[in-house]
Structures are given as C-alpha cells and as structure tokens.
C-alpha cells in the first residue's frame, strides 16, 4: 500500500499588511483587486485558496507621511533605521477609518466569500464553509483618544486586537525600532495612558499584541493583562538578535501566561545575520519554530506571516506558497497532529480564550 501524506491543514495567521497594500494602490477598484486577484502582493482571495489560508488578523497600520528607507536599509551587516515622527491623531484616524472601510466594502463585495470574524466561532465557521475570515487589527494605537470613545466605535465594528504601538513612539508607549543586532530593551515602559489601553481592552476583551513593543513595555503589559500574552508576529532573538524578536526571558513568561508567539516569515527576524534577503532556506525560519516550541510548548506557536508587510523567503512566495511550507515541516518531522496546532488550533484556542467567545 502506498501511504499518502496527509492534505495540509488550514492556516490561520496572526499577522497581515495587506489592507496596507490596497490601501496604497491606484488602478482597480481595491475590492476587485482584492477578489480577482492577478497582482502583485502576498494575499489576494485566489492566492488564499490556493495556499489553504482560512484566515488571519488583518492589520490597520498607518504609514507615517515619509518613508523610513527601511527596504533599502535592512540589507546592511548592521542598521539602525531611524524612527518616523508621531503621528496627529486625526491623521492617524482619517487613515483608519479608510483601512477599516476598505475592508467591510471588500466583504460585502464578496458576497460570503471573505467575512469579518467577531467571535471564534464564526472563524469556524469560516473554515467549514470555506470562506476567508478575516479579523480587524488595529498595528499601533495612534488613532484612539484618551478617553477611549474611537475604541469604543472600532470595537462595535469588529475591532478585535490591538498592539499599542508600532515601531515610532506614540501616547502609549515606545515600539524598538528597526536595529540590528540590538537588544529590545531601549526605551522607557508604557505611559499612564497606555497602562489605561491595557485595562480598557481587557474590560473589552480585546487581544493585546505584543509584537513591535519594546522589552520594558512588554514587562508593564506582562504585569497589568488579565489576558494570555500574544506576539502576533516575532521570531526568537536567540537565533536572529534582532530588536524586533523575543528573548528567551520573555518566551518565558509568554508560556506562563499560556499565550502564544505567531512566527515571523520577514526574513530579516528569520536570518542570523538579520539581513532581509529573498534568498533565505525554509530550514531557517523552521528553526525558530523549533526553538519557539522548545520554549512555548506546542500549543504556544501558531504562523505569523506578515505578509505584504515584509520579504519573505522565495520557496514560499506568497500564500499560495503555504502547502510547500508546511511540506517542509512536515519532512523536517513535525507530524499532522503539530502541524493542525501550529496552522491554526493554537490561534483559535487563544482567540476563544481571550474574546470568551
Ligand atoms: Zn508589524
């Protein structure tokens, strides 16, 4: 008898740009770009089925008014990319807004195709039906007053996580910016205003990423959530010592806390050399899910893609790459009991925790 491997088991991902990505284009109407799919991108409705991608965190980022330079950076033996000055919040709103609108148009154009996912039971659903979830994520607070009224107005229409900050500093607290090799401990910890944030998505139940947060920041977070901690998408600095991925230390207190690490495909948190570099093997971003589950357990890692939001290794492309991805984990001996948990259960089972539905 011939054995037959298994067929790959969905994906559920902890981290998106591409909202970004339409948000940026000109051309087609994004919703058509979106649906039709043919572009450039990582993600787009064929490229999602096509690579077993049930669904994901889709993030609202909004890009400061100059760019970083970051790309042209990051290729350097070492960098340090200075960080773009704040944001006005009613740029930053203005720019939300627009995110979140695109997203609810590219639903309902859909027509059931792609839905937004409140609960985790309706991303089940999704899975079943084979539909795209999607999940409303808000990639640095800027947007949000300090009496929390925008929170209020984005939790009704579907905000479901949030990390405080993205690398520029901000109201409530400092991200670390893009610098290779460093430590993520720069900066101060969060501002009585972010400490607020943290109460205020508690009471809402909403999920509190700690991806992009610097090391005293996420101690304060550590100390104040009532919640599992979550990094949607960091590697492990033990591997690539990158500002951007986790200690050990903080590995450590991320299983304590039964939360959960969505591993980085960028390949400048993958490499050792933190170089961003196409050229970059499956087995080293398959190492940082080793180690990740060495420090987390196997129900503490899930994927963590970025996509449209970095350069990712070559083998895998764009989400249409995923089945070769997990292929590769498969041989490395990662067997399909590990693989459903690392796909997607460990992301619904923390979602389910944290939202209490
Ligand atoms: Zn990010």
Redesign the pocket.
Known sequence: MISVDPSPPPVFDG?NDVLLRLYRRDGRAPETAFLEGGAAGHIDLPKARRGGLAGGLFAIFVPSGEDPGVENVMVRPAYDIPLPVSLALADARRATLHMAALLFRLVRASEGRVRLCRSAAEIDSCIADGALATVLHL?GAEAIDPDFHFLDVLHEAGLRSLGLV?SRPNAFGHGVPFRFPSTPDIGPGLTELGRALVKECNRRRILIDL??LNEAGFWDVARLSDAPLVAT?SNAHTLSPHSRNLTDRQLDAIRESGGLVGVNFATCFIRADGRKEADTSLGELIRHFDHLIERLGPDGVGFGS?FD?ATVPREIGDASGLPGLIDAMRRHGYDQALLRKLTHENWLRILKITWGA
């Open positions: 981290h990639e993205w991806s992009h998408h970025d939001g």
